[in-house]
């Protein structure tokens, strides 16, 4: 979704290769309708007992019985619709209530300061949650060159994603027409928190 400037790539630590491969599965997902790959994948996620792995179990029973067709359709009723879907996912429109405000210019200029460029066939503004969540992804994986310090990633993170995903990703879950995305709301939900707490943490906030 988007694009490095340059790319090189190092090793990281197994860890956040786990956090980056969940921040670009959710990406994958809100990006565009989940083709049968998506679908597949997602069919065959196995979570444990913990609130994440029970989320994860749910979605994957969903997807066992979805089919690329009513997935679009979902899709299509929650994020583009006649005129416009049941969500708006963009952090402008969260944190203020219009689309292209000043989330979105103070994200172009943070993306330009990492040598983040959107990529030439995306048309959707750079606020959008898959851009985010791609772009955390990528942050975390080396797709934009090293990959980026840990104090950098909560820097980014709680500008563009805390203040607002969270309360998206509960919509998603409880939007009228999700089936299969409310599982994604519900997976969301969750990481969104998990990242949020141990950030926190990492940066020796107070509880």
Known sequence: MEQAVAETAKPIAEEDRLRGDLYDFLAALLARPADQALLTQSAGLTGDDSEMGQAIQALARVAKQSSPEMVEREFNALFIGVGRGE?????????????????????????????????????????????????????????????????????????????????????????????????????????????????????????
């Open 87 to 207: 969500l708006l996912p963009y952090a402008s429109f969260y944190l203020t209530g219009f689309l292209n405000e000043k989330p979105l210019a103070q994200l172009r200029k943070d993306m330009a300061a990492q040598s983040i460029a959107r990529a030439p066939n995306v048309f959707e503004p750079e606020d959008n949650i898959a851009s985010l969540l791609d772009i955390m992804g990528g942050m975390i994986a080396g797709r934009f060159g090293d990959p980026v310090p840990l104090d950098r990633q909560i820097t980014f993170f709680n500008r563009h994603i805390a203040p607002w995903a969270g309360h998206f990703f509960a919509d998603l879950e409880g939007a009228k027409n999700a089936v299969f995305y409310a599982g994604v709301g519900a997976i969301g939900q969750i990481f969104i928190e998990i990242e949020r707490e141990a950030f926190r943490l990492s940066a020796g906030e107070p509880a």
